[in-house]
């Protein structure tokens, strides 16, 4: 398990390429990579937005993603776990978050890459603060459910 | 005893302030903390709150040395 949170823009393609070369365990080993790249939008709620900052609370956020990660392995049959998250300031077309999950089987991939994301949606304290198009500051006040139309 | 109480977010701007330290004679449930600290500013609905970075419910009784953080609902990812 990696637990990375990074105040610079990152490539998550080079990397998870990075991770998975330097880890003994995977070599070999790991049939099904899960996959989930967050990257933000340049819009949000029908206004366009010009740049984010990502507030969190130190210390919670590393103990709570830990926590995830843990439960996720307890579940499946992974082979390790990479999960970046930005903090600070965010540009559109940046990645805001990698979740990597290695298994032998592309049914424990999936369904632990999913786990971990959707449990970090909920639970890890981070923070959204938008700057519009106009210059206009807000807080996102809560995550959508993760469909373009409710479910 | 002395408790650390912090908020995060947008409720650290509704309460005007990041932290606040808690002078207490005995445990106290974490909604009674808000209300001590904060007299004029309802409980949000959506309040969240952690003892030393776990979630509790606020009738949780915060001990002497305990961190206590209240914020909005999370946004990461």
Redo the contacts between chains.
């Keep these: 398990m990696t637990i990375k949170l990074c105040e610079q823009a990152f490539n998550p393609w080079q990397e998870i390429q990075t991770y998975q070369t330097q880890t003994a365990a995977l070599t070999g080993k790991h049939g099904a990579t899960g996959v989930f790249v967050?990257t933000m939008r340049d819009f949000n709620q029908g206004d366009s937005i010009q740049g984010m900052f990502?507030?969190?609370?130190p210390?919670?956020t590393e103990?709570?993603l830990e926590g995830i990660v843990a439960q996720a392995e307890q579940q499946w049959a992974l082979l390790d776990t990479l999960v970046i998250?930005r903090i600070g300031a965010v540009l559109p077309d940046d990645t805001?978050?990698l979740v990597a999950a290695w298994a032998a089987h592309r049914g424990d991939a999936f369904d632990a890459c999913r786990f971990i994301?959707e449990a970090?949606?909920?639970?890890?304290?981070?923070?959204?603060?938008e700057t519009l198009a106009s210059g206009q500051v807000r807080?996102?006040?809560?995550?959508s459910g993760g469909y373009q139309n409710p479910r | 005893m002395s408790i650390k109480v912090?908020y995060?977010?947008?409720l650290k701007e509704t309460v005007g302030r990041a932290e606040d330290e808690l002078q207490a004679t005995s445990p106290q449930p974490a909604r009674s903390i808000w209300q001590q600290l904060n007299p004029d500013l309802p409980i949000p609905d959506?309040l969240l709150a952690?003892v030393n970075?776990?979630?509790v419910g606020l009738d949780t009784l915060v001990n002497d040395g305990d961190e206590l953080?209240f914020?909005?609902?999370?946004?990461?990812?």
């Design positions: 967050g990502l507030e969190h609370y210390g919670m103990k709570q998250h805001l978050v994301m970090l949606k909920s639970r890890a304290p981070f923070w959204k603060q807080w996102v006040e809560k995550n | 912090r995060f977010a947008s959506t952690a970075m776990e979630y953080a914020f909005p609902p999370v946004t990461g990812g």
